[in-house]
Nanobody, 123 residues
Framework: QVQLVESGGGLVQAGGSLRLFCAAS????????MAWFRQAPGKEREFVAA????????YYIDSKKDRFTISRDNAKNTVYLQMNSLKPEDTAVYYC????????????????WGQGTQVTVSS
């Protein structure tokens, strides 16, 4: 069973950048597809990006692919989310998630979740 811990969130001005980190432990990291989701107050959890176990394949919700980049380092058991040109509407708690097999955008497909990291973008 894998445990996930996110970090890297914080307060940033609109137009700024943040890099989120998700450190995994307790399993073979390369067995897992990884994803980032986010949840704003009063809204449903939203898919942001996913990456295959090898890192060769990535998938984004269309509105994020030009500003966000997901990547992973299997040697460091870490997945990253680089976020550029941030907007106030990007404010949310960002969650890292893991599943064995292929990646999906459906949060119900992911068995393992971190506790989340808050990202706040001021206007």
């Amino acid at each position: 069973q894998v445990q996930l811990v996110e970090s890297g969130g914080g307060l940033v001005q609109a137009g700024g950048s943040l890099r989120l980190f998700c450190a995994a432990s307790g399993g073979t990291f390369s067995d897992y597809a990884m994803a980032w989701f986010r949840q704003a107050p009063g809204k449903e959890r939203e898919f942001v990006a996913a990456i295959s176990w090898s890192g060769e394949d990535t998938y984004y919700i269309d509105s994020k692919k030009d500003r966000f980049t997901i990547s992973r380092d299997n040697a460091k058991n870490t997945v990253y989310l680089q976020m550029n040109s941030l907007k106030p509407e990007d404010t949310a708690v960002y969650y890292c998630a893991a599943k064995k097999g292929g990646y999906y955008s459906d949060y119900g497909a992911y068995a393992y979740w971190g506790q989340g990291t808050q990202v706040t973008v001021s206007s």
